[in-house]
Antibody, heavy 120, light 108 residues
Framework: QVQLVESGGGLVKPGGSLRLSCSASGFTFSDYYMSWIRQAPGKGLEWLSYISDSGNTVYYADSVKGRFTISRDNAKNSLYLLVNSLRAEDTAVYYC?????????????WGQGTLVTVSS | DIQMTQSPSSLSASVGDRVTITCQASQDISKYLNWYQQKPGKAPKLLIYDASNLETGVPSRFSGSGSGTHFTFTISSLQPEDIGTYYCQKYDNPPPFTFGPGTKVDIK
């Protein structure tokens, strides 16, 4: 079955950096686009970024453009999000999600999320 | 960027009631509108994609309709396990794949 497991979250000081990881299993990772989505405490969902199956195409929300970098390693079935210059408002649960492709144009599977807390 | 709005922001209904949530896009997004359910402390779950297609394994009491800028999500007979927050998401290209602000559903 499809599984996505995020890791790498934690407590970081303002201005700091983290690399979030998402380990995928149960499907052919290299065939699918992947996304990062976050949710601040008590707030709604915010789409952040996506990367094509090959990794050649990426998109970012304006709110994180220039500070966040999405990447993937298809040999390791892994998705990454490098988050730099962190601010208090970046405190959130960060989810990775699969793009269902031509058949299902949606985020059809999600991980359980990893919490990033930005605080001094 | 295209903005997504949802109404109502919250609702309370009785078990067995028909529940309807609307989602509006600021520009035409054709059929590319998805609906997700999120229960407290859990990741969102896809319910409906392409405005009206039921995701595999999702109960048939959930349905969606609409196209262009106006979309509707319906629970035909509300069940206790349906409590949570429901989000719409636009999924037409190009990104961003913006979510609506959510509708919190609980039992009266």
């Amino acid at each position: 079955q499809v599984q996505l497991v995020e890791s790498g979250g934690g407590l970081v000081k303002p201005g700091g950096s983290l690399r979030l990881s998402c380990s995928a299993s149960g499907f052919t990772f290299s065939d699918y686009y992947m996304s990062w989505i976050r949710q601040a405490p008590g707030k709604g969902l915010e789409w952040l970024s996506y990367i094509s199956d090959s990794g050649n195409t990426v998109y970012y929300a304006d709110s994180v453009k220039g500070r966040f970098t999405i990447s993937r390693d298809n040999a390791k079935n892994s998705l990454y999000l490098l988050v730099n210059s962190l601010r208090a408002e970046d405190t959130a649960v960060y989810y990775c999600a699969r793009d269902g492709g031509i058949e299902v144009a949606a985020n059809d599977f999600w991980g359980q999320g990893t919490l990033v807390t930005v605080s001094s | 960027d295209i903005q997504m709005t949802q109404s109502p922001s919250s609702l309370s209904a009785s078990v067995g009631d028909r529940v309807t949530i609307t989602c509006q896009a600021s520009q035409d997004i054709s059929k590319y509108l998805n609906w997700y359910q999120q229960k407290p402390g859990k990741a969102p779950k896809l319910l409906i994609y392409d405005a009206s297609n039921l995701e595999t394994g999702v109960p048939s009491r959930f349905s969606g309709s609409g196209s262009g800028t106006h979309f509707t999500f319906t629970i035909s007979s509300l069940q206790p396990e349906d409590i949570g927050t429901y989000y719409c998401q636009k999924y037409d290209n190009p990104p961003p794949f913006t979510f609506g602000p959510g509708t919190k559903v609980d039992i009266k």
